[in-house]
């Protein structure tokens, strides 16, 4: 673990060698990056923002918008640079390679993957390469979800196939080259492939993934179908059938060989997996969204691997629709989005075992994703959940909204309204730096580079 | 070695984050057990690259020939380098293996160590001999190599090779550090120079490097990946995702793998020449024969995802073989980019004998038929005709074929005849039913479903528009009848609240409310009016077959209704009064165990269609590949 400074930045080089690195990715925020990743543990130069093309919005395409985020840029709080990619995708996720030089953005819809060069650049980034063939590839998963780092190579969750466009899915590995390299299906009845089935559920459902590579653990969880997650919200909620088909199940794996080796029942869909960071924390948490439920999945005192509800979040009769979490780097504090609220709650984490809630504030008519800095005092919001999914009419509000923790409150500190600036449905967000590959801003007196210490 | 760990605790030291940084486990136990050797793969992760490296007596070598015949673990270094997490770690494991496979002379004479250097500028080759010198007590053990390159420009083609993206660090007025900014990682290659795993840190370790190294040896034996895991069949029934009983708290998952849904070709066109069973010739237009070719492009144009205007949608994807070639997972259907579609998408056996087509009847041939959902903006999405005329020209997995089933080349025509010669085929009857009735087996059914049979011929009336001919049976009368259903649709008030089920045995009551947030307006659907334009047709839809139900759930043009036993009691109970209900649709008064056999004799109706299921399993999926053209100049 070391550290390096470019003008403000500071640059977390976690569990990886040398004494600084390059990016890696995975579903949200600074502190749910792979550990195989450099983090960016001072001031942020950029948010790039993976953005859905709307229709009758702009150019209608997905895109990824870069914002300035640093306060000393005179750009701060400005798009700085859009990249379309033509047509639309239902981007979502993205995700950079382990050493942080490329960004795969993934869609669901198309099961396209682009691979994004933030490293030529760090504040104009280029499309490098689309990955058109993931589907035929992986033999039949669709929908690739989260992008996540391993040495060398990409972790990608499916949430669907090629088959029925349910909620059967797979694994799949790319190179960081963008070759493919293996499908890991999920655990089905009729193949456990020697997993466990702890309870009553293995349906074969995929959505994150995260590693604990102390414990040579890999977590995966499970939400639905293209055909769900594609429809219209109210259509879905109003078709039984459809209803269904949601993942109940996370699964942990032998992060090694690849291998499941036990199946917890977490009804409701469990989405975002958050791990702890610190060294004797070995447990991740997951949010279930249609149950609004915090999950714990912790190693026992026998060091068995085990799933407990630990926590309500909100009324869960009114449906609040938890979506997107984030963990401090110092596991005391988890940040939960609610999307049908459009509010953002912190827990009390310090007793993983009891979670409290200590704070609420509403973010907008709805929200999606939170990404925080590596020191938890900045945090930045999008709105979006999925096309078809975004609330309707007025309340179908697209931003970015930053905040600065204080300790006790979140303090607006700038907004971005994407239909205004014609750029359409704002997901998720990856955090970059000039600092990652030793370049100065453009525009900036300060180029020196310093050690930490 | 002393200095570098020295001068690297100072940086340990400064780590921001947590407040103690564990060191890396390949300084110590690896702290967990590793599966055994040759029980799990190692894919390969792209070739290993060559390059012009210098050995420590200066002499020029090749990377990629040090790499052939045996398998390499490959660290690059430098020796200046202070990071616990970094160099010294690669360069400690290295030591490790090598005392290690001191022990096992086999297994050390295959085994080849490699260190290289990336700072070419102070690592010469004088200076890891020196390095190598500081290893050389171990007795035995693997070979160890310790290479560098003559220059930056020797060096870089290597580095961009293995992706080893290096930054040179800089102090605070701007001079080099003499630290190298990188990602270390560290290769396992094969005899055969393919790479085959990449460590960082946080699991580099010498039991887990030789247990990857004993995994490669043990390749020559069986492979695991291909070990007959399990020898469940694809079911031919029902979605493979099966969630009967979800309501239920005692519910449990019955899944089966898709990797299971593998089938065999059948002869398809015997299928259509000598129908199964209680069906009628198969009537084909004068115009569009049906050959074994033609049916051949047909099913592979089925299947193929292709063909919508964005790559995700082939015909299949809402008639899905399983589920009775409809969608058991959905009440009404979804569309490119999850555009709502109103009706419930309708199985496909025996659809060769459909007329009118589509549920509003608004069209007479199978050959015009197949074009509205690869039209429809809210199907399969395609702009024109011309689109996808074009796409099937130009993709070479269908070069030659329409040439040489039709004469000529794919068109508005031949597609269309293509798709429907497909569909011809798709003829499933031979039911318990139709081998009582019209094979002369008594025992083919049993007494609830002669009862059913009674109920549906007599006191039921179902007859009346569900017809049975003397020699084959369609069960429809052709016609569309208002029953109600769409009539409540568009006129009946909305609930304030409505029960969803979010897990299985758990339901809330949602306000409606809170749904209509989140909901677009919901399309009305008119029926049969939208066609004819007269009033008088308004919700009136097609007399659906009744043959091979149990495949096809949700019921009814809307899915509205989910299982057989409530159809039954739906029509029981009149349907659902308005000004323009059918006539034929009145209260019955059945008992409840006339409903029961009137289900049982509608499950009777199934026919044998596991041949046709299993040839669709078989059939290619068409997905965008890397060769694909482009399908616009």
Same mark, same amino acid.
């Given at each position: 673990?070391?550290?390096?400074?470019?003008?403000?930045?500071?640059?977390?080089?976690?569990?990886?060698?040398?004494?600084?690195?390059?990016?890696?990715?995975?579903?949200?925020?600074?502190?749910?990056?792979?550990?195989?990743?450099?983090?960016?543990?001072?001031?942020?130069?950029?948010?790039?923002?993976?953005?859905?093309?709307?229709?009758?919005?702009?150019?209608?395409?997905?895109?990824?918008?870069?914002?300035?985020?640093?306060?000393?840029?005179?750009?701060?709080?400005?798009?700085?640079?859009?990249?379309?990619?033509?047509?639309?995708?239902?981007?979502?996720?993205?995700?950079?390679?382990?050493?942080?030089?490329?960004?795969?953005?993934?869609?669901?819809?198309?099961?396209?993957?682009?691979?994004?060069?933030?490293?030529?650049?760090?504040?104009?980034?280029?499309?490098?390469?689309?990955?058109?063939?993931?589907?035929?590839?992986?033999?039949?998963?669709?929908?690739?979800?989260?992008?996540?780092?391993?040495?060398?190579?990409?972790?990608?969750?499916?949430?669907?196939?090629?088959?029925?466009?349910?909620?059967?899915?797979?694994?799949?590995?790319?190179?960081?080259?963008?070759?493919?390299?293996?499908?890991?299906?999920?655990?089905?009845?009729?193949?456990?492939?020697?997993?466990?089935?702890?309870?009553?559920?293995?349906?074969?459902?995929?959505?994150?993934?995260?590693?604990?590579?102390?414990?040579?653990?890999?977590?995966?969880?499970?939400?639905?179908?293209?055909?769900?997650?594609?429809?219209?919200?109210?259509?879905?909620?109003?078709?039984?059938?459809?209803?269904?088909?949601?993942?109940?199940?996370?699964?942990?794996?032998?992060?090694?060989?690849?291998?499941?080796?036990?199946?917890?029942?977490?009804?409701?869909?469990?989405?975002?997996?958050?791990?702890?960071?610190?060294?004797?924390?070995?447990?991740?948490?997951?949010?279930?969204?249609?149950?609004?439920?915090?999950?714990?999945?912790?190693?026992?005192?026998?060091?068995?691997?085990?799933?407990?509800?630990?926590?309500?979040?909100?009324?869960?009769?009114?449906?609040?629709?938890?979506?997107?979490?984030?963990?401090?780097?110092?596991?005391?504090?988890?940040?939960?989005?609610?999307?049908?609220?459009?509010?953002?709650?912190?827990?009390?984490?310090?007793?993983?075992?009891?979670?409290?809630?200590?704070?609420?504030?509403?973010?907008?008519?709805?929200?999606?994703?939170?990404?925080?800095?590596?020191?938890?005092?900045?945090?930045?919001?999008?709105?979006?959940?999925?096309?078809?999914?975004?609330?309707?009419?007025?309340?179908?509000?697209?931003?970015?909204?930053?905040?600065?923790?204080?300790?006790?409150?979140?303090?607006?500190?700038?907004?971005?309204?994407?239909?205004?600036?014609?750029?359409?449905?704002?997901?998720?967000?990856?955090?970059?730096?000039?600092?990652?590959?030793?370049?100065?801003?453009?525009?900036?007196?300060?180029?020196?580079?310093?050690?930490?210490? | 070695?002393?200095?570098?760990?020295?001068?690297?605790?100072?940086?340990? +030291?400064?780590?921001?984050? $947590?407040?103690? =940084?564990? @060191?890396? *486990?390949?300084?110590?136990?690896? #702290?967990? &057990?590793?599966?055994?050797?040759?029980?799990?793969?190692?894919?390969?992760?792209?070739?290993?690259?060559?390059?012009?490296?210098?050995?420590?007596?200066?002499?020029?070598?090749?990377?990629?020939?040090?790499?052939?015949?045996?398998?390499?673990?490959?660290?690059?270094?430098?020796?200046?380098?202070?990071?616990?997490?970094?160099?010294?770690?690669?360069?400690?494991?290295?030591?490790?293996?090598?005392?290690?496979?001191?022990?096992?002379?086999?297994?050390?004479?295959?085994?080849?160590?490699?260190?290289?250097?990336?700072?070419?500028?102070?690592?010469?080759?004088?200076?890891?001999?020196?390095?190598?010198?500081?290893?050389?007590?171990?007795?035995?053990?693997?070979?160890? +190599?310790?290479?560098?390159? $003559?220059?930056? =420009?020797? @060096?870089? *083609?290597?580095?961009?090779?293995? #992706?080893? &993206?290096?930054?040179?660090?800089?102090?605070?007025?701007?001079?080099?550090?003499?630290?190298?900014?990188?990602?270390?990682?560290?290769?396992?290659?094969?005899?055969?120079?393919?790479?085959?795993?990449?460590?960082?840190?946080?699991?580099?370790?010498?039991?887990?490097?030789?247990?990857?190294?004993?995994?490669?040896?043990?390749?020559?034996?069986?492979?695991?990946?291909?070990?007959?895991?399990?020898?469940?069949?694809?079911?031919?029934?029902?979605?493979?995702?099966?969630?009967?009983?979800?309501?239920?708290?005692?519910?449990?998952?019955?899944?089966?793998?898709?990797?299971?849904?593998?089938?065999?070709?059948?002869?398809?066109?015997?299928?259509?020449?000598?129908?199964? +069973?209680?069906?009628?010739?198969?009537?084909?237009?004068?115009?569009? *024969?049906?050959?074994?070719?033609?049916?051949?492009?047909?099913?592979?144009?089925?299947?193929?995802?292709?063909?919508?205007?964005?790559?995700?949608?082939?015909?299949?994807?809402?008639?899905?073989?399983?589920?009775?070639?409809?969608?058991?997972?959905?009440?009404?259907?979804?569309?490119?980019?999850?555009?709502?579609?109103?009706?419930?998408?309708?199985?496909?056996?025996?659809?060769?004998?459909?007329?009118?087509?589509?549920?509003?009847?608004?069209?007479?041939?199978?050959?015009?038929?197949?074009?509205?959902?690869?039209?429809?903006?809210?199907?399969?999405?395609?702009?024109?005709?011309?689109?996808?005329?074009?796409?099937?020209?130009?993709?070479?997995?269908?070069?030659?074929?329409?040439?040489?089933?039709?004469?000529?080349?794919?068109?508005?025509?031949?597609?269309?005849?293509?798709?429907?010669?497909?569909?011809?085929?798709?003829?499933?009857?031979?039911?318990?039913?139709?081998?009582?009735?019209?094979?002369?087996?008594?025992?083919?059914?049993?007494?609830?479903?002669?009862?059913?049979?009674?109920?549906?011929?007599?006191?039921?009336?179902?007859?009346?528009?569900?017809?049975?001919?003397?020699?084959?049976?369609?069960?429809?009368?052709?016609?569309?009848?208002?029953?109600?259903?769409?009539?409540?649709?568009?006129?009946?008030?909305?609930?304030?609240?409505?029960?969803?089920?979010?897990?299985?045995?758990?339901?809330?009551?949602?306000?409606?409310?809170?749904?209509?947030?989140?909901?677009?307006?919901?399309?009305?659907?008119?029926?049969?009016?939208?066609?004819?334009?007269?009033?008088?047709?308004?919700?009136?839809?097609?007399?659906?077959?009744?043959?091979?139900?149990?495949?096809?759930?949700?019921?009814?043009?809307?899915?509205?209704?989910?299982?057989?036993?409530?159809?039954?009691?739906?029509?029981?109970?009149?349907?659902?009064?308005?000004?323009?209900?059918?006539?034929?649709?009145?209260?019955?008064?059945?008992?409840?165990?006339?409903?029961?056999?009137?289900?049982?004799?509608?499950?009777?109706?199934?026919?044998?269609?596991?041949?046709?299921?299993?040839?669709?399993?078989?059939?290619?999926?068409?997905?965008?590949?890397?060769?694909?053209?482009?399908?616009?100049?």
């Amino acid at each position: 673990m070391t550290t390096l400074r470019l003008a403000s930045a500071f640059i977390l080089s976690a569990g990886l060698a040398g004494p600084a690195l390059l990016p890696g990715t995975a579903a949200a925020d600074e502190t749910c990056m792979s550990p195989y990743m450099t983090k960016i543990s001072g001031q942020e130069d950029f948010v790039y923002v993976w953005t859905l093309g709307m229709d009758g919005v702009g150019d209608e395409q997905d895109k990824l918008v870069t914002v300035a985020v640093n306060p000393s840029s005179p750009d701060y709080g400005k798009v700085v640079h859009t990249l379309s990619v033509g047509g639309r995708n239902e981007a979502h996720h993205a995700g950079f390679t382990d050493d942080r030089r490329w960004l795969w953005g993934a869609g669901l819809d198309t099961s396209k993957i682009y691979v994004f060069d933030v490293h030529s650049d760090a504040g104009q980034p280029k499309l490098h390469k689309v990955i058109e063939d993931f589907v035929a590839a992986s033999g039949g998963v669709v929908g690739p979800h989260t992008a996540y780092a391993l040495p060398g190579r990409m972790m990608l969750t499916g949430l669907s196939n090629n088959k029925d466009h349910g909620g059967r899915t797979a694994l799949v590995e790319y190179t960081n080259e963008g070759e493919y390299v293996a499908t890991h299906w999920m655990p089905t009845d009729d193949n456990l492939q020697g997993a466990e089935k702890t309870g009553q559920y293995a349906d074969g459902y995929g959505y994150d993934v995260r590693v604990l590579p102390r414990r040579n653990l890999m977590i995966t969880s499970s939400f639905t179908g293209w055909s769900n997650y594609m429809m219209d919200f109210g259509k879905m909620l109003k078709d039984e059938e459809a209803m269904k088909r949601f993942g109940n199940t996370v699964v942990v794996w032998d992060l090694h060989s690849r291998k499941p080796e036990k199946v917890f029942d977490v009804p409701g869909a469990p989405l975002e997996i958050r791990c702890a960071w610190g060294p004797e924390n070995n447990y991740c948490f997951t949010s279930t969204a249609l149950t609004s439920k915090l999950w714990l999945i912790y190693a026992d005192e026998r060091d068995d691997w085990q799933a407990k509800e630990v926590a309500t979040i909100g009324d869960p009769s009114q449906v609040p629709l938890p979506v997107d979490i984030s963990i401090s780097a110092d596991d005391r504090l988890l940040w939960v989005d609610t999307f049908m609220d459009g509010k953002t709650r912190l827990f009390d984490v310090s007793d993983p075992f009891h979670p409290k809630q200590i704070y609420e504030r509403e973010i907008g008519k709805q929200i999606n994703m939170v990404s925080q800095s590596w020191d938890g005092k900045r945090l930045y919001f999008t709105s979006s959940l999925l096309a078809n999914w975004d609330k309707k009419g007025e309340d179908d509000e697209q931003y970015l909204k930053a905040f600065e923790w204080n300790g006790q409150a979140l303090e607006p500190t700038f907004a971005i309204d994407f239909i205004a600036e014609k750029l359409g449905r704002p997901h998720i967000m990856r955090f970059g730096s000039y600092a990652l590959y030793g370049q100065a801003p453009a525009a900036s007196a300060t180029t020196e580079l310093a050690r930490r210490d | 070695m002393k200095r570098i760990f020295a001068a690297a605790a100072v940086v340990l +030291l400064s780590t921001l984050g $947590a407040a103690h =940084e564990p @060191l890396p *486990p390949g300084y110590g136990e690896l #702290g967990y &057990a590793l599966p055994a050797p040759g029980s799990y793969r190692l894919p390969p992760l792209g070739r290993a690259a060559d390059g012009e490296v210098l050995d420590t007596r200066g002499e020029t070598r090749s990377l990629g020939a040090l790499l052939d015949g045996r398998v390499t673990v490959l660290s690059f270094i430098y020796q200046s380098c202070h990071d616990t997490s970094g160099c010294p770690l690669a360069t400690t494991v290295l030591h490790r293996i090598r005392q290690d496979t001191a022990r096992e002379p086999e297994l050390a004479e295959r085994l080849r160590l490699i260190s290289l250097s990336f700072d070419p500028d102070r690592d010469t080759p004088e200076h890891m001999a020196h390095l190598a010198h500081n290893f050389r007590f171990v007795e035995g053990g693997s070979d160890w +190599l310790f290479l560098t390159t $003559a220059s930056q =420009e020797k @060096l870089q *083609p290597i580095l961009d090779a293995y #992706g080893q &993206a290096m930054m040179r660090e800089r102090g605070p007025d701007g001079e080099e550090t003499g630290d190298l900014a990188h990602v270390l990682r560290v290769f396992l290659i094969d005899s055969e120079r393919r790479i085959r795993n990449i460590y960082s840190p946080s699991f580099l370790h010498p039991d887990l490097v030789l247990n990857d190294v004993r995994t490669l040896f043990a390749e020559a034996g069986p492979d695991p990946a291909h070990a007959p895991a399990h020898t469940a069949h694809a079911a031919t029934a029902g979605p493979g995702d099966d969630k009967t009983g979800y309501e239920r708290p005692d519910y449990r998952t019955r899944s089966l793998s898709l990797a299971v849904r593998r089938g065999r070709p059948m002869d398809l066109l015997a299928n259509l020449q000598d129908p199964p +069973l209680g069906l009628p010739p198969v009537p084909v237009p004068a115009d569009a *024969p049906v050959t074994q070719k033609t049916v051949a492009i047909g099913r592979k144009l089925f299947f193929d995802r292709r063909l919508s205007l964005n790559g995700t949608f082939s015909c299949a994807m809402c008639h899905i073989p399983e589920q009775g070639f409809a969608s058991n997972e959905l009440k009404t259907a979804v569309g490119i980019e999850g555009r709502t579609v109103r009706r419930n998408a309708p199985g496909l056996f025996n659809a060769a004998y459909s007329a009118p087509l589509f549920h509003d009847g608004r069209e007479t041939r199978l050959e015009h038929q197949v074009w509205e959902p690869l039209l429809a903006a809210n199907e399969m999405g395609n702009p024109s005709i011309a689109s996808v005329v074009e796409k099937v020209r130009r993709l070479p997995d269908y070069r030659g074929l329409f040439e040489d089933a039709f004469g000529r080349g794919p068109d508005m025509e031949t597609i269309g005849q293509a798709l429907a010669s497909y569909e011809r085929t798709l003829n499933c009857g031979d039911s318990p039913f139709d081998r009582w009735y019209y094979g002369g087996e008594p025992s083919a059914i049993g007494d609830a479903v002669e009862r059913g049979f009674a109920v549906f011929m007599g006191k039921g009336g179902c007859v009346g528009c569900h017809l049975i001919g003397p020699e084959h049976a369609l069960f429809t009368d052709g016609r569309l009848h208002n029953t109600g259903i769409g009539y409540a649709a568009s006129m009946a008030r909305e609930p304030t609240t409505r029960r969803i089920q979010v897990a299985p045995g758990v339901a809330l009551d949602v306000a409606a409310a809170l749904i209509g947030k989140v909901s677009e307006a919901p399309p009305s659907d008119l029926g049969r009016y939208e066609i004819t334009r007269d009033p008088d047709d308004r919700w009136k839809y097609k007399t659906p077959g009744l043959r091979n139900l149990t495949l096809t759930a949700p019921y009814m043009h809307d899915g509205s209704i989910a299982t057989l036993a409530e159809v039954v009691a739906f029509y029981d109970g009149g349907g659902v009064e308005n000004p323009l209900l059918d006539p034929s649709i009145r209260r019955l008064d059945l008992s409840a165990r006339e409903q029961t056999d009137l289900v049982a004799f509608l499950e009777a109706l199934t026919g044998r269609c596991d041949d046709l299921v299993a040839d669709a399993f078989a059939a290619p999926v068409g997905d965008a590949s890397a060769d694909d053209p482009p399908w616009w100049e």
